[in-house]
């Protein structure tokens, strides 16, 4: 089983070059569905290890899910993903600042009713849960979510012992773009420190839709965790 949570506001057809996203065995969640905790709920209901892909604000959220069940997942693949969207001055956190979080609701406010990707011909409108509402919702958990300590203490811990029991048993696979301008580059060094294990590997460009730039990669670490 594989469960895809997608980025804030974006149509299920952002994963359609992606082999794998089409086979029966996937369950792909909107933003949505990830903050009425439908995904949450799937998992701890799930009876075999699950690999999950988590793109953007879906990768946030695949990062919760591996804190709280990580007996149930088999595998991540982590997509342009953040335990910490903003940027944190204070600390040296390098991450998105409020004017560009009120430059990406105007943007969105644009397209209002077809997303990012477009309202698809001869199919039902994707963006019907798109209301109002639910878009400051994504946008209050890019704002608010930070799970950078929660991420460390479970499987990072500040004085391990040998052969920690707290290191994450399962595969990590990190894509993330150079130039990314949403989720800034610094995730991924920051990520590759909690799971020592991943596979990292950093996209030339700043597109963050990584799933239509480089979907055979995407095919290839599901794959490579089946």
């Given at each position: 089983?594989?469960?895809?949570?997608?980025?804030?506001?974006?149509?299920?057809?952002?994963?359609?070059?992606?082999?794998?996203?089409?086979?029966?065995d996937?369950?792909?969640?909107?933003?949505?569905?990830?903050?009425?905790?439908?995904?949450d709920?799937?998992?701890?209901?799930?009876?075999?290890?699950?690999?999950?892909?988590?793109?953007?604000?879906?990768?946030?959220?695949?990062l919760?899910?591996?804190?709280?069940?990580?007996e149930?997942?088999?595998?991540?693949?982590l997509?342009?993903?953040?335990?910490?969207?903003?940027e944190?001055?204070?600390?040296?956190?390098?991450?998105?600042?409020?004017?560009?979080?009120?430059?990406?609701?105007?943007?969105?406010?644009?397209?209002?009713?077809?997303?990012?990707?477009?309202?698809p011909?001869?199919?039902?409108?994707?963006?019907?849960?798109?209301?109002?509402?639910?878009?400051?919702?994504?946008?209050?958990?890019?704002?608010?979510?930070?799970?950078r300590?929660?991420?460390?203490a479970?499987?990072?811990?500040?004085?391990?012992?040998?052969?920690?029991?707290?290191?994450a048993?399962?595969?990590?696979f990190?894509?993330?773009?150079?130039?990314?301008?949403?989720?800034?580059?610094?995730?991924?060094?920051?990520?590759?420190?909690?799971?020592?294990?991943a596979?990292?590997?950093?996209?030339p460009?700043?597109?963050?839709?990584?799933?239509?730039?480089i979907?055979e990669?995407?095919?290839?670490?599901?794959?490579?965790i089946?």
């Amino acid at each position: 089983m594989v469960f895809i949570l997608n980025g804030w506001a974006a149509s299920p057809h952002a994963w359609d070059l992606c082999e794998f996203a089409q086979e029966p065995d996937v369950r792909l969640f909107s933003y949505v569905e990830q903050l009425d905790g439908v995904a949450d709920r799937a998992l701890a209901e799930a009876t075999e290890p699950v690999t999950i892909v988590g793109w953007s604000m879906g990768g946030a959220g695949t990062l919760k899910l591996a804190l709280r069940y990580p007996e149930k997942i088999r595998g991540l693949v982590l997509v342009a993903a953040t335990p910490r969207m903003m940027e944190e001055k204070s600390e040296g956190w390098i991450g998105m600042s409020p004017r560009r979080l009120k430059a990406f609701k105007v943007g969105l406010k644009i397209t209002h009713g077809e997303g990012f990707f477009g309202a698809p011909e001869g199919k039902p409108n994707p963006y019907m849960s798109d209301s109002d509402e639910n878009l400051q919702r994504g946008l209050d958990f890019l704002r608010d979510t930070d799970i950078r300590a929660d991420l460390l203490a479970a499987f990072n811990p500040a004085t391990p012992e040998p052969n920690h029991p707290n290191a994450a048993p399962f595969p990590v696979f990190i894509f993330h773009s150079e130039q990314d301008g949403i989720v800034r580059p610094a995730n991924a060094p920051f990520l590759k420190r909690i799971f020592p294990q991943a596979v990292v590997e950093m996209i030339p460009g700043s597109e963050h839709a990584l799933s239509i730039l480089i979907p055979e990669k995407l095919d290839a670490a599901v794959r490579s965790i089946r």
